[in-house]
């Protein structure tokens, strides 16, 4: 395996989780204009096919989407062997799907057994449920890629709510594990954004956006693209990368 930077993705096969949300969206818009294949997992998304097939396509690409429930183990398989079916091939997976709940760090009771199980299912996981699908693909590729879109909140201890800080602390540990299980044919890298410009976390609006912006050392809150192109760097020039977390959050955790 060649760690050498490369400056295009020709004949790849990149496989985003969370494919339609901000990030994952992002990430497969700088994918494919390198010329990766995309395929969009998601979970329910009635405009799906047409968002992949409004993706760049550099060299005639045809990208895909195919809806699959990271919570949902066969599902995952299913589009394990569909993407095997009609491309061959799995080289990145970026794992960007995910949900979370506000929930204060003081309130206990307000963060139920019920709550816990549920982010912890779908930020934990489903993650690994993932990986496993798709692993067999990424080793055979021999130069694979796992990017796994966590969170600041892994390790400063802040976040929407406990469970969320504690299912993106066991996804940053498992996935430097991973990285050694899994090395020298795949690498695993989590990516770590601070608060993103997003719908991701509900009910938080231009008030909190501008209040993260005042408290951030860069002076703003995070973009989708900032997160997308820090996964780019991972697939293309950062390739001596793996079993270790990269930060993008303007300071946020300083």
Do not use: W
């Given at each position: 395996m060649s760690f050498d930077p490369v400056?295009?993705?020709?004949?790849?096969?990149?496989?985003?989780?969370?494919?339609?949300?901000?990030?994952?969206?992002?990430?497969?818009?700088?994918?494919?204009?390198?010329g990766a294949t995309c395929v969009l997992l998601h979970r329910k998304g009635d405009d799906a096919a047409a968002r992949a097939?409004?993706?760049?396509?550099?060299?005639?690409?045809?990208?895909?989407?195919?809806?699959?429930?990271?919570?949902?183990?066969?599902?995952?398989?299913?589009?394990?062997?569909?993407?095997?079916?009609?491309?061959?091939?799995?080289?990145?997976?970026?794992?960007?799907?995910?949900?979370?709940?506000?929930?204060?760090?003081?309130?206990?009771?307000?963060?139920?057994?019920?709550?816990?199980?549920?982010?912890?299912r779908?930020?934990?996981?489903?993650?690994?449920?993932?990986?496993?699908?798709?692993?067999?693909?990424?080793?055979?590729s021999g130069d694979g890629l796992v990017a796994n879109i966590s969170s600041i909140a892994g390790f400063t201890g802040v976040g929407s709510n406990l469970a969320y800080v504690a299912a993106k602390a066991g996804l940053d540990v498992?996935?430097?594990?991973?990285?050694?299980?899994?090395?020298?044919?795949?690498?695993v890298v989590s990516v770590s954004p601070g608060a993103v410009e997003s719908g991701f976390v509900p009910g938080r609006g231009a008030e909190f956006a501008n209040k993260m912006a005042s408290t951030t050392p860069l002076g703003r809150i995070g973009l989708p693209d900032d997160v997308a192109a820090t996964v780019e760097a991972l697939a293309t020039t950062l390739r001596f990368v793996t079993?270790?977390?990269?930060?993008?959050?303007?300071g946020r955790h300083l």
């Open positions: 400056s295009r993705l020709d004949g790849k096969v990149a496989v985003i989780t969370g494919g339609l949300g901000a990030i994952g969206y992002a990430t497969a818009t700088r994918f494919a204009a390198l097939a409004a993706l760049p396509s550099a060299n005639g690409q045809r990208h895909t989407a195919i809806r699959a429930d990271i919570v949902d183990s066969a599902s995952l398989n299913a589009a394990a062997a569909e993407v095997k079916a009609t491309l061959g091939r799995c080289d990145i997976l970026v794992n960007s799907a995910g949900h979370t709940q506000p929930v204060p760090a003081g309130d206990l009771d307000a963060l139920t057994d019920e709550l816990i199980d549920d982010i912890v779908a930020n934990f996981r489903g993650v690994f449920a993932t990986i496993r699908a798709f692993a067999p693909m990424l080793k055979a498992v996935g430097d594990a991973l990285a050694k299980a899994l090395a020298p044919a795949v690498r079993g270790t977390r990269i930060v993008v959050d303007g």
